[in-house]
């Protein structure tokens, strides 16, 4: 049963937690040493949860003073919520993502357990590899280029009809893992989609979210941090603080439209200035302006036949775009309507079996 079948969704929203919440459990956990070193040195160096005997993943542990050598001589890109930096520890790149000084106040929840996202391991979700308190930030695997980067590269490395589907088959892949453990992303935006080398896609947090429906907050009184980069991804329930799974529906629908059009969700010299506007909007309504004409839509299925996913992927968005909460799909539907388009889309096995894991 999809959480759209739970009569009552109030009950089942006591469940779920958003993944950047649990976050701040772990830099509070890791924080609170005195009587438990012996945790701390089990979490940082890869061993088991101390009660659940949970496994985390584990790395050899770096210190700090060579992880401050490393940023001393890195690279930086400033963000809103945080400062990313690129280091090189050994010949081996990572990435340390350092809190930005006005973010401290959000990072005292104490109402989220930590233990999922130490235990969290899948391919399309970027890998934590440790805290760093004294340092103020996490170390993470390195990932070359967000999504946003990729579709506004030249037209001879921009992704194909084909990889393009791939990216977000990739993108519902992580989503479904991370609601099947009563996750949230709670922030999806192209440029919280990371790639790599491969152009594998990975989701990256890049926020920090209060579940203020079910701390029972008044939003005026306790405001999250809000800027131009979530307009078009946010759906009202994730403006107002309330963590539902179809959040995350509706930001997926988002990157949909700037999968196929190649275009930023949100411009402010653009008429209209939402891509969702060209979507579903009576007066505005044009789906050849969410057409990247860069590439080629037409895909030969058979030897006699074609086919054109960019108008099954406008459809999906369609229903993941919807206002009304319930008629947003379950993650699992929309991986199975993927899947059959790629399936569609490729007319060999041997291609069908690289593309589309079992």
Known sequence: MTDQDVPNFHLQEEKI???????????????YKSGHDDVYINIMEGGKYPFSGMPYYS????????????????????????????????????????????????LTDKRYTFKYLL????????????????????????????????????????????QRLIILKNIIDGLAFLHDCQLVHNNL????????????AKLSDGCLDYNLHKMNLDRSTFPIPCHVGKIGYSCQDALAGIIRKSNDIYSFGAICLEITSGLQVFEKGRRPPLLKDYLISSRNQNWKMLKDKRISWKMQCTKSTFCRPRKKILELAVVCLSDIVRQRPAVIQVQERLEALIVKS???????EKYVPV
């Open 17 to 31: 937690s958003c993944w950047t919440c649990l976050r701040r459990q772990l830099d509070e956990w890791c924080c």
């Open 59 to 106: 790395m050899p542990m770096l210190s700090d003073s060579t992880i401050q050598q490393a940023l001393d001589v890195g690279t930086c890109k400033p963000g809103y919520y945080s400062t990313t930096y690129q280091i090189t520890i050994s010949d081996v790149t990572y990435a340390f993502k350092k809190w930005n000084p006005q973010m401290k106040e959000y």
């Open 119 to 162: 235990s969290l391991k899948h391919d399309n979700l970027r890998m934590l590899h440790s805290y760093h308190p004294s340092l103020g930030g996490l170390l993470l695997e390195y990932l070359p280029f967000s999504l946003r980067e990729l579709l506004i590269t030249s037209e001879s490395t921009v992704p194909r009809c084909l």
């Open 189 to 200: 935006t192209s440029k919280n989609i990371l790639l790599d080398e491969t152009l594998k």
């Open 346 to 352: 490729v007319n060999e096995s041997s291609k069908l």
